[in-house]
């Protein structure tokens, strides 16, 4: 027992030494990971999601032909499609580490922007944009 003692004495002198120039802590770093745990992204977490929804008015009716606009926030990048006779739109495969701003407009009236953010983790998601009536 003794020359086992004496065998690790040097070695826990040099850990106490890299603990001491450390700043003498003796926690652990909290950045290490979890025994088993990864890094890596969750394999059931898809890495694209659909977005949909219907445009309306403020009486709840669906507006066709209003213009949907989609801009991811990364790369500053838009598109746009028209909606159905039903007032929908639908965006599929979009990533799901990007945020994105939605509105729809219609002879020069607006919804209000909408963001889809990158924590939300759904991979379908619903967002209906209503569009005020105009002014007479």
Known sequence: MTSIRNAMRPVLSVLL???IA???????PVAWPIEGGSD?????????????????????APLENAIVHLKNRSTQTEKSLL???????HFPGLS???????????????????????L?????????????????
């Not at 909606?83 to 739109?89: A, C, L, P, R, V």
Request: no cysteine.
């Open 17 to 19: 030494g890299v603990m």
């Open 22 to 28: 450390a700043g003498g802590s003796l926690a652990w």
């Open 40 to 60: 890596k992204k969750d394999k059931n977490q898809p890495e694209v999601r659909d977005l949909s929804g219907e445009v309306m008015d403020t009486g709840n």
């Open 83 to 89: 909606t159905g006779k039903d007032g929908s739109y």
């Open 96 to 118: 799901t580490s990007v945020d994105y701003e939605l509105y729809a407009e219609l002879q020069g009236r607006k919804s209000e922007t909408r963001t889809l953010s990158a």
């Open 120 to 136: 939300d983790g759904r991979e379908r998601v619903i967002l209906n944009l209503t569009i005020n009536p105009a002014k007479p």
